[in-house]
């Protein structure tokens, strides 16, 4: 089977950089995919991972190593707007598989 | 505005009624998903259809029915729900669910909040 684990919690201050992790057991893998999703609203695709490496989209950027069943996303200069939830998801076998999600707060 | 819309987007209902979520797509995609999303729970995948045929059904119960008439439109129809099913229930699409790599994102509706009493 598939399971992804995530911190429940993060909180960081605006401007600040922080760093969401992600490990995974899969015995079939494509790639890991980032969602963000605002309390009450859909979530949002932010980044995918297929090969080991960084993969940068602004503000955003998002890592794995494939060896080390790891990846993680990064946030940089940090705004209110970006406390949301984080879910990492396996891609495996056609379909995605969610981890529980990692809540960020971002205080002033 | 993700180009995924659903209806209703609040819905509270008895154990004993049956009603329906719609779901429509205007992205030209191909597969389409349900998901359940309950409090503090990761996302659960209960259906994928994939040009307009059921390709994965992932034990849910009988009480919950989808249709898929056309690759824009999906249901999920419902009967005699239990309260544990009160949850946030999400639509989404992609291109194709068996393509791997990149550009193959699923994109989400806003959700129907379902109340069960």
């Known amino acids: 089977g598939q399971s992804l684990e995530q911190p429940s919690e993060v909180t960081a201050v605006e401007g600040a950089i922080v760093q969401i992790n992600c490990t995974y057991q899969?015995?079939?893998?494509?790639?890991l995919s980032w969602y963000q999703q605002h309390d009450g609203g859909a979530p949002t695709f932010l980044s995918y991972?297929?090969?080991?490496g960084l993969e940068e989209t602004g503000r955003f950027s998002s890592f794995l190593s494939r060896s080390d069943s790891y990846g993680y996303l990064l946030l940089q200069e940090l705004q209110m707007k970006d406390s949301a939830s984080y879910f990492c998801?396996?891609?495996?076998?056609?379909?995605?598989?969610f981890g529980q999600g990692t809540e960020l707060s971002v205080k002033p | 505005e993700t180009g995924v819309t659903q209806t209703p987007r609040h819905l509270v209902m008895g154990m004993t009624n049956k009603k329906s979520l719609k779901c429509e797509q205007h992205?030209?995609?191909?597969?389409m998903y349900w998901y359940k999303q309950s409090a503090k729970k990761p996302l659960e995948l209960m259906f994928v259809?994939?040009?307009?045929?059921?390709?994965e059904n992932n034990s849910v119960p009988s009480r919950f029915s989808p249709e898929c008439p056309n690759s824009s439109h999906l249901f999920l129809h419902l009967h005699t729900l239990q309260p544990e099913d009160s949850a946030l229930y999400l639509c989404?699409?992609?291109?194709?669910?068996?393509?791997?790599?990149?550009?193959?994102?699923?994109?989400f509706g806003p959700g129907t909040r379902l109340t069960v009493l």
């Open positions: 989404a699409s992609s291109r194709d669910p068996g393509l791997a790599g990149g550009g193959n994102e699923q994109f």
């Open positions: 899969t015995s079939g893998f494509y790639g």
């Open positions: 991972n297929a090969l080991d």
């Open positions: 998801a396996l891609l495996a076998g056609g379909k995605l598989i």
């Open positions: 992205l030209g995609h191909n597969a």
């Open positions: 259809y994939s040009l307009e045929e059921r390709v």
